[in-house]
């Protein structure tokens, strides 16, 4: 017995629910084999407590013979030794039989089965035809049965099952197999759940205990696993692994409580020093030496967590999983490994680390052995964590045991490779016959250097691979640089560089600054090594110009290049060139002058903001720029000149000179150009016939950009890169800005430039270079495009007025301005402005002329004054010579004249043309100013200049000060003239004398001054009336020729009063008699006195003529004899444009006027007020009607009746000589004389017409008068309505 | 609580990276650099399975004997907040999107975050 218990049967999970069998052995023996093969073959649904999911279940069984000693003691709660079901088998067919022994047999096993309680039991009968046919006194079947119901199954009868014929092939048999096995399973699974269920109530109390003091996790740990065991017999490991998963998370738990300072007394057997460190072994389903150790609360911390984990390993590998192996099992070390520095476990050095290597071995075995290699393959991602753990573990072993110095193992690293061999112990039985063990691995990687190297680099390389199988370019890179790190250690740098470059490339390509200066360092003792100069100084550069290094290692670096930049260059040794970017950064340059275009020979500086990035101060014996010349836009400039530039406009675009260099910082300048932003366009395919789209697509612009090769474009930045690019090599030959000497301070630095300007043209920044020793830092690209321009100019004289606009008639300053440009004013140097009549230059001796130097830029105050020469002015007939003080090449020379400039008399007639000296035609334009109503004269001016053959032409625009109006004005048969004088400038003038008189004097008239004053003030936009009374004596003449002047003089008040000049108007006057005089009144209607608002009254308009029609008159005014009476035809029309009459009945009329003096014609109208009040009269109007020549009816065609309705309604009724109906348009009629004037040319067909007389000619006496008009007596009603 | 948290550009390069002891902060670094090899695969993943685009956390990326790296969130609400105050980061118009963070109201919720080194 205890024997027995001290050694369960367990050993492999091939084992199977124990049901025992009582009763008649060898017929239970003859029927195993069928039972055994027909029991798991249907499933059986396994309904379970606690809410868990009911299950289907294939039941096996192991029936083994039953003996008292199977049935489990009080106390003892083994599940997997525990006999489930008890059968009893017997094929008893005789009563005799069974009253004398079965009946005793079973009575005892029932005896037995109630002394342990144990409920789970079956007793079968076996009947067979063969049987009871040898026996003559037999019973019926049923009645052994019945009794041993009656016996033993107390209302349980389904505890009796008969199997008939069992070995028969009948369907009685089959049917009888069938529901045994029915039977069979239930009650299995019956006791399966009333077993395990009262199991696991007993394991929850237990684990409720767990706080008490005496409770054993090792115990507990027992009682779960053989739960854990059952279900793993029953096959269901998902049951089974979360038993596992329990106790796992149950002890992480306790572990992480400890660390929090809550500690278990159980624990403490788990914090003894760790003394084996084997690792895993999964190649038995139950390591029962651990779990021995377990049980006998022996087991350390590793072998506890390595005995769950090869019951979790075997689970899901029965549950094809392996991958969750993987991942189990790196964080199952991982954990490990801090569980054991949480408990403060004392650990040998290195012993962790044999233990985590040849556990991830052991893994990837077990999970090799299990999968093939293309399902390996497919799951790298998986196993590559446990590949890359063990590769770090054996690397770190080999820097513990020396096997990675240069120099071979201590004695002392020897000591502690023995010590942890001892910790190995001895190779466990399941494989010592394989070669490739992980602990052979080890052993013999611990055993020699060269075997150290061997294992590790097999291991880093497999690593590498995997990583890159599955793309995980950056882990595989890691490693690699891992290996590098070996490599060096190793003095192997060859093999160390392709591993560190690669890595460098990548942290720099995504930017991650402490990576690379990290790399970087270890890449610089690498070149050293390899005694690359080139490379070592570039590098040394970067490392020298990083801010993450201290300053002390910053300067090492630094040193290293200065002190090769210092070493005499052998005869073979080229300059080393270096790329800039890691020694300096170009901040801003600014130019002065800032516009950067210049006038060839000018002084341009560039100053240039560098901010170098060493940690000391360096000094450079040159530092230079190349520059790129050409000649294209220097030369449009040139001939541009320079007023044509706008000031502050320089190539940069910027107003200030300054040229910012972007300062993207190293990071994200590095990932930003990693990916330049797709440049895209929409493309469209149109057919050309029907413009009808072909294709559509999208076109990448910057192409060249994205598929460049990200090598090259990083190659400045990684110092590996090699040879420099050819663009770096220095170009002496070109023109270069150059500063010697330069000591360039950390942090930022001005440097000044001067810049070559000997040549007109735009010069382009191309490289920057800086020398210090043998070593040359270059850019060989300045970007943004840095470049300036010299230009060279032509002179150039241009001549401006001083005020905003010049004054025709008064002596006005005008500015000339000579830029020299290249040309250089010598001595006797004049220039020769030919004279003009109406444009004299008045000059004064005390002229004198400015000279300014134009620096040649757009500084604030782009002149210097250079100092004040002389001007002699010789004036002869016909030119004007001023001699120029000599002037250098690109100054300015400025002086000032007088002119002035003769007002044409008034009104000017268009296109007049002024002959000056007979050689140069000056054509004085004048027009009328559009807002001002100025006009002005556009004078010109022939200037030759000493630097050219040509005659230069200037011209200056005048305005007229004045304008000037006339009218004439009637009374009667009185007359005035009446002159308005319009200053329309915007000076203040006196005006005096104004005169008026005929040009061809006659005595007949005289013209009778009104005008008071003497002198007046005429301030801006202000106008003079002035009046003259004409008197003649006998006829008027019918034209008048009559000239105005008046004298004016500029009011200012800073000049001395200037001389009086005179203004002259010219006008002519035609028809000024009076012929005829029109005069209306109103009469109230009858009986009232005054006209009422809406009442109609009487318009009585008399027309008299007042002197007969001249001579020239009468050729205008068609007259024509009726009865022998001469009668002149006119026209009358009564408007009212302010709406204040309604003309009723007809309004116009044409009479026939006698010629005869005071011939009288009289028109009775009938016009309504609408208004009250004093309203003016309406107006009369009065016009010369012309019928056509031939006095014939004109019948209007239909179109012209369609086309204007009104004008030929009125041309219908004037041919009829009848009068007009009021409904007619009043405005039609003035377009009648020119309207019907012009249909007469454009048709040729004789049409009456009608003509305005002349102001004056018609005189009206009632103009301005106005009538009473009293409000109508009752229109006052107001209708209120209430509602 | 966090050792080191990082925030990352889609160009792979640290926008924002901090640690607590100065003195692992290149193995931080490292650490950091290596696991975006398992957020580029599970982001490609997350492409190719059309899964719910919205789910922005990564999970476990990259367990290391002494650290756990977890990519955008872990379970309890640290990544809600440190995104929120990213957010903040990027409303601010004076920041550049591209450029390194440089924001103290950032920083200082990173330091919550923290463990605050001894």
Not at chain 1, 127 to 154: G, M, Q, W, Y
Request: glycine fraction near 6%; charged fraction near 20%; charge should be negative.
């Amino acid at each position: 017995m205890e024997a027995h218990e001290e050694k369960p049967i367990i050993y492999t999970m091939e084992n199977k629910p124990i049901v025992t069998c009582a009763g008649d052995q060898s017929l239970f023996t003859s029927l195993y084999t069928s039972l055994a093969q027909q029991l798991p073959k249907e499933p059986m649904e396994w309904r379970r407590s606690y809410g868990r999911a009911p299950k289907m279940i294939h039941l096996e069984a192991n029936f083994v013979q039953f003996k008292e000693e199977l049935l489990p003691k009080d106390g003892n709660k083994a599940l997997l030794t525990f006999p489930f079901l008890h059968i009893y088998w017997t094929d008893c067919c005789d009563t005799e039989v069974y009253k004398a022994s079965v009946k005793e047999d079973m009575q005892r096993w029932q005896n037995i089965l109630r002394l342990h309680s144990s409920v789970d039991w079956l007793i079968v009968v076996v009947e067979s035809d063969a049987k009871k046919k040898n026996k003559t006194n037999i019973l019926p079947r049923t009645s052994i049965v019945d009794k041993i119901r009656n016996d033993f199954c107390n209302k349980q009868s389904d505890r009796c099952v008969v199997l008939s014929d069992p070995l028969k092939e009948s369907s009685r048999s089959q049917e009888s197999w069938s529901s045994f096995l029915t039977k069979l399973r239930t009650l299995l699974l019956m006791s399966f759940t009333k077993n395990l269920g009262r199991f696991e109530d007993d394991m929850r109390t237990l684990r409720e205990k767990r706080t008490e003091p005496g409770w054993s996790f090792c115990d507990y740990f027992m009682v779960q696993e053989e739960l854990a065991f059952v279900f793993e017999m029953l096959q269901q490991f998902e049951d089974a692994l979360v038993q596992y998963d329990e106790l796992d998370a149950l002890f992480t738990q306790y572990v992480l409580n400890f660390g929090a300072g809550d500690g278990a007394n159980w624990l403490g057997s788990f914090c003894a020093p760790v003394r084996s460190w084997n690792g895993l072994l999964l190649r038995r389903p139950i390591d029962m030496e651990k779990r021995e150790l377990i049980q006998r609360g022996e087991a350390s911390l590793l072998d506890l967590r390595s005995y769950l984990f090869s019951r979790q390993c075997t689970l899901l590998i029965f549950l094809q999983r392996p991958w969750e192996v993987t991942l189990r099992a790196l964080e199952l070390l991982h954990n490990c490994v801090q569980e054991l520095r949480l408990l403060e476990v004392s650990v040998v050095p290195g012993a962790l680390d044999c233990w985590v290597f040849l556990s991830c071995l052991e893994v990837l075995h077990r999970i090799e052995g299990c999968c093939d290699r293309s399902q390996l393959e497919a799951n790298c991602s998986h196993t590559v964590g446990l590949w890359t753990y063990a590769t770090e573990k054996l690397k770190s072993l080999g820097y513990l045991c020396g096997l990675v110095a240069e120099n071979g193992p201590t004695s002392e690293d020897l000591n502690r490779t023995v010590d942890l061999l001892a910790g190995l112990g001895t190779e466990r039985p399941e494989t010592v016959n394989s070669m490739q063990s992980p602990y052979k691995k080890l052993k013999e990687a611990l055993s020699s250097v060269e075997a150290f190297e061997k294992h590790y680099l097999e291991l880093s390389h497999a690593a590498v691979e995997m990583y890159r199988a599955i793309g995980r370019m950056r882990s595989a890179r890691l490693v690699g640089k891992s290996l590098a790190e070996f490599y060096m250690r190793k003095g192997d740098p060859e093999r160390a560089e392709g591993f560190l470059e690669e890595s460098l490339r990548l942290y720099v390509a995504e930017g991650w600054s402490l990576q690379v200066t990290h790399t970087r360092k270890q890449m610089a003792e690498c070149q050293k090594l390899l005694r690359q100069t080139d490379d070592y100084l570039q590098t040394s550069a970067l490392l020298a110009g990083d801010a993450n290094l201290n300053q002390e290692e910053r300067t090492h670096f630094c040193q290293e290049i200065l002190s090769f930049a210092s070493q005499p260059p052998g005869p073979s040794d080229q300059t080393v060139a270096l790329s800039m970017a890691a020694f300096a950064q170009l901040r801003q340059l600014q130019f002065s002058p800032p516009g950067a275009v210049v006038h060839v020979g000018a002084a341009l500086q560039l100053e240039l903001r560098v901010r170098c990035l060493m940690p000391v101060a360096v000094h450079v014996g040159q530092l230079a720029a190349t520059l790129h010349f050409s000649l294209e836009q220097g030369g449009a400039r040139g001939r541009a000149g320079s007023s044509q530039r706008r000031p502050g406009q320089g190539p940069q675009g910027q107003g200030d000179g300054v040229v910012l260099f972007p300062q993207g910082s190293p990071l994200s300048g590095a990932g930003c150009s990693l990916t330049p932003a797709l440049e895209l366009y929409e493309m469209q395919d149109r057919s050309p016939s029907d413009s009808s789209l072909n294709s559509a697509g999208v076109v990448c612009k910057n192409v060249h950009l994205l598929l460049r090769r990200h090598d090259s474009n990083a190659s400045l930045d990684t110092p590996t890169a090699g040879v420099l690019p050819a663009a770096v090599a220095v170009d002496d030959g070109a023109q270069m800005l150059r500063a010697r000497d330069v000591t360039l301070q950390p942090g930022d630095n001005s440097i000044l430039f001067t810049a070559p300007t000997g040549e007109p043209g735009s010069y382009t920044l191309r490289q920057l270079c800086g020398s210090v020793g043998r070593v040359q830092f270059v850019q060989s690209h300045i970007y943004p495009v840095v470049q300036y321009e010299v230009y060279s100019q032509e002179p150039q004289l241009t001549i401006e007025p001083l005020s905003d606009n010049l004054l025709a008639g008064i002596p006005q300053r005008v500015k000339f301005t000579i830029a020299t440009g290249h040309y250089s004013i010598k001595k006797g140097d004049a220039l020769q402005l030919s004279n003009t009549d109406s444009m004299p230059i008045l000059h004064s001796s005390r002229c004198s002329a400015t000279i300014l130097s134009s620096t040649g830029g757009q500084l604030p105050s782009p002149h210097e004054h250079m100092g004040e020469r002389a001007l002699s002015i010789q004036s002869s007939e016909k030119v004007t010579s001023i001699s120029l003080p000599p002037t250098p090449p690109y100054h300015t020379l400025e002086f000032q004249l007088e002119v002035l400039c003769h007002i044409p008399p008034a009104p000017l007639k268009l296109d007049s043309e002024r002959l000056t000296n007979g050689e140069v035609r000056h054509r004085s334009k004048s027009r009328s100013h559009a807002d001002s109503a100025m006009i002005h004269i556009d004078q010109k001016v022939s200037i030759d200049c000493p630097w050219s053959i040509y005659s230069t032409l200037i011209s200056l625009t005048f305005y007229v000060p004045f304008k000037a109006k006339h009218t004439l004005l009637s009374a009667g048969r009185r007359k005035y003239i009446q002159v308005c004088l319009q200053n329309v400038s915007d000076s203040n003038f006196h005006l005096a004398d104004p005169v008026l008189v005929e040009r061809q004097p006659t005595t007949t008239v005289e013209l009778l001054s009104l005008n008071a004053k003497r002198q007046q003030l005429v301030c801006s936009q202000q106008s003079l009336f002035c009046l003259w009374e004409m008197r003649w004596a006998k006829d008027l003449p019918p034209c008048l020729q009559c000239e105005f002047s008046a004298s004016f003089v500029p009011i200012s008040a800073l000049d001395p009063p200037a001389a009086f000049k005179t203004y002259r108007y010219e006008f002519q006057l035609d028809r000024v008699s009076t012929l005829y005089s029109v005069k209306a009144e109103i009469c109230p209607a009858s009986g009232d006195k005054h006209c009422r608002t809406g009442t109609l009254c009487g318009l009585e308009v008399s027309i008299t003529r007042q002197a007969e029609p001249s001579e020239t008159e009468g050729e205008e005014e068609e007259s024509t004899e009726i009865e022998g009476l001469k009668t002149t035809k006119l026209m009358y029309e009564v408007v009212d444009n302010s709406s204040n009459w309604a003309v009723c009945g007809k309004s116009s009329g044409v009479v026939s006027m006698p010629v005869a003096p005071s011939a009288t014609h009289r028109v009775q109208m009938e016009v309504m007020p609408l208004f009250a009040g004093h309203l003016p009269f309406p107006n009369i109007k009065v016009f010369k009607y012309l019928p056509h020549s031939a006095a014939q009816v004109i019948q209007p065609d239909t179109d012209s009746c369609l086309e204007n309705d009104n004008l030929s309604l009125l041309d219908k009724g004037l041919d009829d000589q009848g009068d007009t109906a009021s409904i007619r348009s009043r405005g039609s009629v003035h377009s009648v004389g020119s309207g019907e004037q012009q249909r007469e040319q454009q048709r040729g067909l004789p049409m009456p017409r009608l003509e305005p007389f002349s102001p004056g000619q018609v005189f009206n006496w009632t103009q301005g008068r106005q009538v009473l008009v009293l409000p109508a007596t009752d229109d006052h009603v107001m209708e209120v309505n209430v509602t | 609580m966090a050792v080191c948290i990082a925030v990352i550009a889609k160009e792979n390069y640290p926008l924002y990276i901090r640690s607590v002891p100065t003195q692992n902060e290149l193995k931080f670094h490292y650490t950091v650099h290596t696991s975006l090899d398992v957020v580029e695969e599970k982001i490609s993943a997350v492409g190719k399975a059309m899964a719910d685009q919205r789910e922005l956390y990564l999970g476990l990326l990259y367990p290391t004997e002494d650290y756990k790296v977890y990519g955008y969130v872990t379970n309890s609400k640290m990544f809600r907040k440190l995104h929120n105050s990213f957010t903040d980061v990027m409303c601010n118009p004076f920041y550049n999107p591209g450029d390194t963070i440089q924001s103290k109201a950032f920083d200082g919720m990173v330091s919550v975050m923290m463990v605050q080194a001894s």
